[in-house]
């Protein structure tokens, strides 16, 4: 249920975070406690509707109950990040109207002056997330795969950049595209034992590296043919672009950097 729920409230975001607000208008309609879910640290609906300067739309979210007071992982009010005077000012009349239950503001951690950053991998609002977060974070926090791309992978079970950077069918065709270049044509050794079948499926396993690359996706065992239409919506229609794919490479470099941050900023 907990699972269930924390999709429901990425999805939630995720309208938001792309402006589709007739989505959020009907979710929050069907399940009105989303106005102000945070999971992961989010952005809230309300930032979303102020980083867009979207006057109509944060009037409606604030009708609804939106917290002006929400603040982002690095302290940002929504008021903060509006583009439009109007939609800054609406929000600050909002959140002095109910002053008193305002909680305290977040004091700013001193930090080193680092300059670390993976801005262009990731959607704004995760800018200031770290590696561990982001990992967490769910497919559309990439820059480029947006929605419709994180419905795509959902269908594979991959819900998180975690998820994809260790996806299995990207790690085979990374690993089949990198020996590639190892390979040497017509010169496989008479009674060689070397093989990839359990990767394979059967009518394929014979077949050159090279000539696996050209196949599509579901030639892979454990992909059905339906799995080919679904990743072709995001432009993966062979082996070798799965195992080039940008998105699977950048989850797995984060992956692989995640593991060795430290919350508190020490060396060791």
């Known amino acids: ?22 989505a959020v208008k009907s979710m929050l309609e069907e399940t009105p406690d989303l106005i102000n879910v945070q999971p992961s640290m989010r952005w809230s609906a309300l930032h ?6 979207n006057a109509e739309m944060a009037s409606f979210l604030l009708e609804k109950g939106a917290d002006p007071h929400s603040q982002t992982r690095s302290g940002q009010s929504p008021a903060e990040v509006a583009k439009s005077k109007d939609v800054r000012q609406a929000i600050e009349a909002s959140a002095e109207s109910d002053a008193v239950e305002e909680p305290p503001k977040k004091k700013a951690k001193r ?8 801005n262009s991998a990731v959607d704004k ?4 997330s770290s590696l561990t977060d982001i990992v967490a974070a769910p497919t559309s926090a ?3 795969v947006a929605a419709k791309g994180r419905e795509v992978l959902k269908k594979f079970k991959v819900h998180t950049i975690g998820d994809l950077g260790s996806w299995k069918f990207y790690r085979i065709s990374k690993a089949i595209l990198g020996l590639s270049s190892l390979e040497q044509k017509d010169n496989r050794e008479e009674g060689a034992a070397l093989n990839i079948n359990k990767a394979m499926d059967k009518k394929h396993e014979t077949k050159s590296l090279a000539e696996i690359l ?11 043919g339906w799995a080919d239409a679904e990743l072709a919506k995001v432009g993966v229609t062979t082996i070798a672009k799965l195992g080039d794919w940008k998105y699977a490479k950048w989850s797995e470099w984060i992956s692989e950097l995640a ?10």
């Open 48 to 53: 979303q509707a102020a980083y867009e300067g």
């Open 1 to 22: 249920m907990g699972d269930a729920r924390t999709e429901l409230e990425h999805d939630f975001l995720d309208n938001a975070k792309s402006f589709n607000w007739p």
């Open 142 to 144: 990439l820059q480029g």
């Open 111 to 118: 930090m080193p002056n680092y300059n670390l950053n993976i």
């Open 125 to 128: 609002e995760y800018e200031g």
């Open 214 to 224: 050209e196949l599509p996706p579901s030639a892979l065992q454990g992909l059905a």
């Open 259 to 268: 593991k060795f941050e430290n919350t508190d900023f020490s060396s060791l």
